[in-house]
């Protein structure tokens, strides 16, 4: 009897083994390494009587329990107390909101370097794009981003194997959408992008690439209209999107060559800039158009209807163009500063001093452009289209990943947009560009377990969106802060 006992115990304890095992399939064994990182484990997480922001722009829910299962939102339900027993872990959260994982579309894991860097702003040529593969993906996922876009790659071979890493369980880090190496024109700026030589050479890029492991693609600024269209072909073709930072190709012009996202709101169309010529970026880069263009104007009325009816998404990325607004922004952040290297940190200091006159793009008035920036982009919600969010870490050494993702969702509040609809553009929005809306970028049952526990109410107060404790990829709950200690002092250096 005893021992039979005992044999049907361990029979269902092996079922139950396996189970969990198949359960867990899409999340892989954590090496030691990564499990040093999670917080909590155990088959059934509850979160008791935490505030629920959904992620679809619908007002919050107040006192639920969220059950987490096999890696998934089993069930959400109205707040009760349950004790920790068995196989069940229940944490009580009252006074925390949980809502999704950031899902970030202009994320990417380098650090621009510029040597020599003096006061003034002037530095030498030229400028280096050093990998951050280790302090990137910690960033990331302890500031709540668990799906990210690289958009733009300069050492995608290891943007690739991280990805693979982070999915096999042996890295640390967020979902990853690995985009390829810039498509880029020969009259670039980065020594260490592709310099297309014709619509042949782009179509080659993309082929070899997307045999690689590449997920996506990303036009830069000296592109013309037909690498653009022979890239696009070439990516479509495969099932991949396209998206763009752009110059010589105007947003009509990538439209109409079907690209899919066009990046930095409408900071870089370039139509209206009166020193453009076709394949050719403009001087101004788009400030020009934007100078011009408000969400009124017949151009601006006509762009966004021509976005809309292409099914091009837009990528908001207000953090990178913040400082150019000077008057201390961005406000400074402990945290921030804890991150980086002593010598990131001289740089990010130095470049907030302000410029001399004329010594960065002096016609520009950057309060008109980002005033009219922001109009445009209400208006192109407004018509019904995609926009989606991204920091562009680090244009002038201020925006950090992660942290530049949590400022992103405040600045879209600064900019008219309610809290729980700059969520939405941060989380559900990205989900529906990536086509992967069915599993994350919201919270409900049957959705995977992408989730970001913060203390507060950011519904009510947007800057709780950095008081993130616990992190859910996949059901695994993972500490912000052990990730953020790991990389104390050395973003900028790997
Ligand atoms: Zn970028």
Excluded at 267 to 280: A, G, M, Y
Excluded at 281 to 307: F, H, P, V, W
Excluded at 341 to 346: N, W
Excluded at 435 to 452: C, P, T, Y
Aim: one cysteine or more.
């Amino acid at each position: 009897m005893q021992r039979s006992r005992r044999t049907a115990l361990r029979i269902a304890l092996v079922a139950m083994g396996w189970l969990a095992s198949a359960a867990f399939a899409q999340a892989p064994q954590l090496s030691p390494e990564v499990q040093a990182y999670v917080r909590v484990q155990a088959p059934k997480i509850v979160l008791m009587h935490v505030r629920v922001i959904d992620g679809t722009g619908a007002a919050p829910l107040d006192d639920r329990n969220v059950t987490i299962e096999n890696g998934k939102i089993a069930a959400v339900d109205q707040g009760a107390d349950l004790a920790s027993a068995g196989g069940t872990t229940a944490l009580d959260l009252r006074g925390y909101s949980v809502m999704p994982g950031i899902v970030g579309m202009h994320n990417h894991m380098f650090y621009i370097e510029r040597p020599n860097l003096t006061a003034p702003g002037h530095y030498e040529q030229p400028v280096m794009i050093p990998e951050m593969a280790f302090t990137a993906p910690r960033l990331y996922l302890a500031a709540g981003v668990t799906t990210m876009r690289t958009t733009g790659s300069i050492e995608p071979y290891t943007d690739v194997n991280v990805k693979h890493d982070i999915d096999a369980g042996k890295l640390v880090g967020p979902h990853i959408d690995a985009t390829g190496p810039y498509l880029e024109g020969g009259a670039s700026y980065f020594v260490q992008m592709p310099h297309l030589k014709s619509p042949d050479d782009a179509r080659q890029l993309v082929e070899y690439w997307a045999d690689h492991g590449v997920t996506s693609f990303k036009a830069y600024m000296n592109i013309t209209r037909a690498e653009l269209k022979a890239a696009v072909e070439a990516a479509h073709q495969r099932g991949i999107k396209v998206t763009g930072h752009l110059c010589s190709v105007t947003y009509k012009e990538a439209a109409e060559a079907g690209i899919d996202d066009l990046e930095h709101g409408f900071f870089v169309n370039t139509q209206l800039d009166p020193d453009k010529k076709p394949d050719t970026c403009s001087q101004s880069q788009g400030s020009e158009t934007l100078a011009r263009m408000d969400a009124a104007s017949a151009e601006g009325r006509d762009l966004i209807d021509t976005l809309v009816k292409h099914h091009v998404a837009i990528t908001s990325t207000l953090p990178v163009f913040e400082g150019l607004l000077g008057g201390g922004r961005p406000p400074i952040r402990q945290a921030v500063l804890d991150a980086m290297t002593p010598e990131a940190r001289h740089d990010y200091f130095l470049l907030r001093e302000p410029r001399p006159a004329g010594s960065f793009r002096p016609k520009t008035d950057w309060n008109l452009l980002w005033k009219h920036d922001l109009e445009l982009e209400h208006a192109f919600v407004a018509a019904g289209g995609l926009l989606v969010a991204g920091p562009d870490p680090t244009g002038a050494g201020d925006v950090l990943p992660g942290f530049g993702d949590q400022r992103g969702i405040e600045l879209l509040v600064e900019g008219g947009f309610s809290p729980v609809e700059a969520i939405k553009i941060a989380t559900l929005n990205g989900a529906i560009y990536l086509g992967r809306e069915k599993q994350i970028g919201s919270i409900a049952a049957g959705k995977n377990a992408d989730l970001v526990v913060v203390k507060g109410d950011p519904s009510k107060q947007v800057s709780d969106v950095e008081n993130v404790e616990i992190v859910f990829k996949d059901g695994v709950a993972y500490d912000s802060k052990k990730l953020l200690d790991s990389i104390k002092g050395r973003y900028g250096q790997y």
